[in-house]
């Protein structure tokens, strides 16, 4: 698989997927440049009136519940829907997961349908498995990658999806596969909205690669890579941001494998 993945990026940037977004106002703008940096094309949109239409026209779809509300849930369910139709790959980021009623009773309608791809931190992907009754901390994670690892399998199997489990360690689940990925820099948790830039890049990927585990994987190594190299030239998180973004701009193929930490 590694031999792969940098042709992935290449892949991706030459075939500069249309990434349509319904995802949250905080980070629509730090999305909507990761996408941009890394070759793909935003669309940042969630009315009702226009979301299949858009779907139609893109090369994938992503889900981000951030900052739900009862008219964007419905643009959620047509635009997924639509998505299925016509056979086009879409991510679910489940922000939020087990914090309320009304949350999880959405991300049931979404998971029913089956997304391509799930990408949540460890207390997101067990609170979207309903495996244990746990607390979570507003968006944050209180529970490690790897306790995640059974919930992630019973998602994959039950939902025939891909299932990427952030935190120190990222862990992407298909069926019994799973790979492990140690890149990244613990700043990268002082920025909000890294997570939701993870799943928009998935997003572009999963539009532009066949195999779909690889194409999560190579997401995720470039944004962990890309962290990880832009907090060596950070004083802070307000510098992290701006090295991040160059950063998946122009990560060459020599940066890529120094630094790549995959375990399977």
Same mark, same amino acid.
């Given at each position: ?16 997927? $249309? ?27 969630? %009315?009702?009136? =226009? ?5 139609? #026209? ?15 849930? =419905? /643009? ?6 639509? %998505? ?14 087990? /914090? ?6 959405? $991300? ?11 990408? !949540? ?5 067990? *609170?979207? *498995? ?7 901390? +507003? ?14 399998? #019973? $998602? ?10 952030? +935190? ?24 909000? !909205? ?8 998935? +997003?572009?990927?999963? +539009? ?23 907090? =060596?030239?950070?004083?802070?998180? !307000? ?23 995959? #375990?399977?």
């Amino acid at each position: 698989m590694e031999n792969n993945l940098w042709q992935h990026v290449l892949q991706l940037r030459k075939q500069s997927p $249309l990434v349509l977004n319904i995802t949250n106002y905080v980070v629509m703008n730090n999305t909507a440049n990761a996408l941009l940096a890394i070759g793909a094309s935003p669309i940042m949109a969630h %009315a009702k009136s =226009e979301v299949e239409d858009l779907v139609n #026209i893109s090369d994938s779809l992503v889900i981000n519940i951030g900052t739900l509300d009862e008219y964007w849930e =419905e /643009a959620m369910i047509l635009a997924s829907r639509k %998505a299925n139709q016509l056979q086009k790959p879409w991510i679910v980021d489940p922000v939020g997961a087990g /914090a309320s009623s009304y949350r999880d009773s959405l $991300l049931n309608k979404l998971i029913y349908l089956n997304p391509t791809v799930i990408r !949540g931190n460890a207390s997101e992907i067990i *609170a979207l *498995a309903k495996v244990d009754k746990i607390n979570t901390k +507003g968006v944050d994670s209180t529970a490690q990658s790897d306790e995640a690892v059974e919930a992630a399998k #019973i $998602l994959s199997q039950n939902c025939n999806s891909v299932v990427c489990i952030s +935190g120190a360690t990222d862990i992407i689940v298909s069926g019994n596969r799973i790979i492990y990925l140690k890149n990244g820099h613990p700043m990268m948790t002082r920025v909000t !909205g890294l997570g939701c830039s993870a799943s928009a890049i998935i +997003g572009a990927f999963i +539009g532009s690669i066949e195999n779909k585990m690889e194409a999560v994987v190579s997401a995720m190594c470039l944004i962990g890579i890309a962290g990880q190299l832009a907090s =060596e030239k950070s004083a802070g998180p !307000g510098s992290l941001q701006l090295h991040l973004i160059d950063k998946l701009y122009n990560m060459t193929e020599e940066e890529f494998f120094i630094h790549l930490k995959l #375990i399977e």
